[in-house]
């Protein structure tokens, strides 16, 4: 399984980026995909996560900004950010929960980094003020 991160870049506050995760080895409409990132000297933190059905969750310092969505044909996982925000800056990954086509799982479950089997690489966002 590998999951590519891209899409990061600088930005002025208030501006967009758009970051993707492409997987390979497993078909990202089956998972539990998530977005965490990781500020320098911090703890990597949750910051959205959509479920095989579609559904998803937001930490809520991104919600109302950040949009987590899926292209299944393209077996890739997207995360829009809008109106950042200097504390936005971070190294964003992805991961993937092995567990296929889980039934309903919760947002302390989908925030928990542990519940995640693979990551990709991260890449860098940095948003100027």
């Known amino acids: 399984v590998q999951l590519q991160a891209s899409g990061g870049g600088l930005v002025q506050a208030g501006g967009s980026l758009r970051v993707s995760c492409a997987a390979s080895?497993?078909?990202?409409?089956?998972?539990?995909m998530g977005w965490f990132r990781q500020a320098p000297g911090k703890e990597r933190e949750f910051v959205a996560a959509i479920r095989s059905g579609g559904s998803a969750y937001y930490v809520d310092s991104v919600k109302g900004r950040f949009t987590i969505s899926r292209d299944n044909a393209r077996n890739t996982v997207y995360l829009q950010m809008d109106s950042l925000k200097p504390e936005d800056t971070a190294v964003y990954y992805c991961?993937?929960?092995?567990?296929?086509?889980?039934?309903?799982?919760?947002?302390?479950?989908?925030?928990?980094?542990?519940?995640?089997?693979?990551w990709g690489k991260g890449t860098q966002v940095t948003v100027s003020s």
């Open positions: 991961g993937l929960d092995e567990t296929f086509r889980a039934p309903f799982r919760d947002f302390d479950y989908c925030a928990d980094r542990a519940t995640y089997n693979y």
């Open positions: 080895g497993r078909t990202v409409s089956n998972h539990i």
